[in-house]
């Protein structure tokens, strides 16, 4: 029976797939499964967020990894036989979904950002190529079809707690012959530019670490946060690199961004592309940003960010 069976670790991760499993399984009428960890909440949220079946995973012993999971998961799949999984491209999702993909003997694509279902039922995965600058469309010609998104992508669906549908639970895992002898926790910035309302983002055109002091105050006067090109986080060090957005950093969805002295190379538009409205503050007219933007000034950014800061002031009082 073909089905849809979305995968993640995370509740909200897991909300955002099932939007698109949901979107994907209804024109055709088939199932959409939530396979996600016990976490006691009985699996009920996923039910009102678009699930059919909700298949809780049993905890792992804090020694095991998430591989445990996989022999459970693929035995499960060769039964049920779903036509598409879906997990979030996350590390730990990336690296399970290759797993999976090798277990279950399929293809993977992964970073979709988009999916569709054409009339003969091939399922198309769109994902970004060339850094960026063009869209492959991917299809598979075996089966399921794997593929991993981004989170965010999707937003999550408004929970209808009136939808029914069924939980069960799957055996524990059977022994790993993976050990996890120690977790670290990876340094990160405190702030989270992914959530963020409003991002500052400072680039190249910025010439001592410590002007970034102008973008914060630009930062708290909106209500968001700083966030930075690749060359300030990898080459410069003036940041840490969480707060890179792009390519090979993190993708925003702020409603503001407001770039200050950043060109605007495709790497770093990829990664703004979901922002509601993009400024930039660029003393070259010709600065490519100025083709992402709704709004530019060409400008020096030591005489428009202080102007800037001076107007919010005023307008909000502090
Ligand atoms: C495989 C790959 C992956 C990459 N991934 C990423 C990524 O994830 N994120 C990313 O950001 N980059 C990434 N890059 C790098 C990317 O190609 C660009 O080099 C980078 O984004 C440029 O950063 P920038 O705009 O800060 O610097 P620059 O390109 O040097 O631009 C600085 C800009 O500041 C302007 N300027 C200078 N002084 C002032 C001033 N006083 N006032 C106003 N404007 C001023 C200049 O006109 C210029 O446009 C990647 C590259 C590759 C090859």
Same mark, same amino acid.
């Given at each position: 029976?073909?089905?849809?069976?979305?995968?993640?670790? @995370?509740?909200?991760?897991?909300?955002?797939?099932? +939007?698109?499993?949901?979107?994907?399984?209804?024109?055709?009428?088939?199932?959409?499964?939530?396979?996600?960890?016990?976490?006691?909440?009985?699996?009920?949220?996923?039910?009102?967020?678009?699930?059919?079946?909700?298949?809780?995973? &049993?905890?792992? #012993?804090?020694?095991?990894?998430?591989?445990?999971?996989?022999?459970?998961?693929?035995? $499960?799949? @060769?039964?049920?036989?779903?036509?598409?999984?879906?997990?979030?491209?996350?590390?730990?999702?990336?690296?399970?979904?290759?797993?999976?993909?090798?277990?279950?003997?399929?293809?993977?694509?992964?970073?979709?950002?988009?999916?569709?279902?054409? $009339?003969?039922?091939?399922?198309?995965?769109?994902?970004?190529?060339? /850094?960026?600058?063009?869209? %492959? %469309?991917?299809?598979?010609? +075996?089966?399921?079809?794997?593929?991993?998104?981004?989170?965010?992508?999707?937003?999550?669906?408004?929970?209808?707690?009136?939808?029914?549908?069924?939980?069960?639970?799957?055996?524990?895992?059977?022994? &790993?012959?993976?050990?996890?002898?120690?977790?670290?926790? *990876? !340094?990160? &910035?405190?702030?989270?530019?992914? !959530?963020?309302? #409003?991002?500052?983002?400072? /680039?190249?055109?910025? $010439? =001592?670490?410590?002007?970034?002091?102008?973008?914060?105050?630009?930062?708290?006067?909106?209500?968001?946060?700083?966030?930075?090109?690749?060359?300030? &986080? !990898?080459?410069?060090?003036?940041?840490?690199?969480?707060?890179?957005?792009?390519?090979?950093?993190?993708?925003? @969805?702020?409603?503001?961004?407001?770039?200050?002295?950043?060109?605007? %190379?495709?790497?770093?538009?990829?990664?703004?592309?979901?922002?509601?409205?993009?400024?930039?503050?660029? =003393?070259?007219?010709?600065?490519?940003?100025? %083709?992402?933007?709704?709004?530019?000034?060409?400008?020096?950014?030591?005489?428009?960010?202080? *102007?800037?800061?001076?107007?919010?002031? *005023?307008?909000? /009082?502090?």
């Amino acid at each position: 029976m073909p089905g849809v069976w979305i995968f993640a670790e @995370k509740k909200d991760l897991a909300q955002e797939l099932l +939007t698109i499993g949901r979107e994907l399984a209804s024109p055709i009428g088939v199932k959409v499964t939530a396979i996600v960890p016990d976490q006691g909440d009985q699996g009920d949220i996923y039910i009102a967020g678009g699930a059919d079946e909700v298949v809780l995973l &049993s905890p792992l #012993a804090e020694d095991m990894s998430l591989d445990a999971w996989l022999p459970v998961i693929a035995a $499960e799949a @060769k039964k049920a036989d779903p036509d598409l999984i879906l997990l979030a491209a996350t590390a730990r999702g990336k690296d399970f979904a290759a797993r999976l993909a090798a277990r279950l003997e399929t293809g993977l694509c992964s970073n979709c950002i988009a999916l569709h279902r054409e $009339e003969n039922g091939t399922i198309v995965m769109e994902r970004l190529a060339y /850094g960026g600058a063009a869209v %492959q %469309q991917v299809t598979c010609p +075996t089966r399921p079809v794997i593929a991993t998104i981004p989170p965010r992508t999707f937003a999550p669906a408004p929970a209808d707690h009136g939808r029914l549908g069924e939980i069960r639970k799957l055996p524990p895992p059977p022994p &790993s012959p993976v050990r996890v002898i120690a977790r670290k926790t *990876k !340094e990160r &910035s405190s702030q989270d530019i992914t !959530e963020a309302k #409003a991002v500052i983002c400072v /680039g190249r055109g910025m $010439e =001592k670490q410590e002007d970034i002091n102008i973008a914060r105050q630009l930062a708290d006067l909106v209500g968001g946060e700083v966030g930075c090109t690749r060359p300030i &986080s !990898e080459e410069l060090h003036w940041l840490p690199d969480d707060l890179c957005i792009g390519l090979s950093g993190v993708q925003v @969805k702020p409603d503001l961004y407001i770039g200050l002295g950043v060109s605007g %190379q495709i790497q770093h538009v990829t990664g703004i592309r979901g922002a509601r409205v993009i400024c930039a503050v660029n =003393k070259d007219e010709n600065a490519p940003i100025f %083709q992402a933007a709704d709004l530019g000034i060409v400008g020096d950014l030591y005489d428009v960010t202080p *102007k800037l800061v001076e107007e919010l002031q *005023k307008a909000t /009082g502090r």
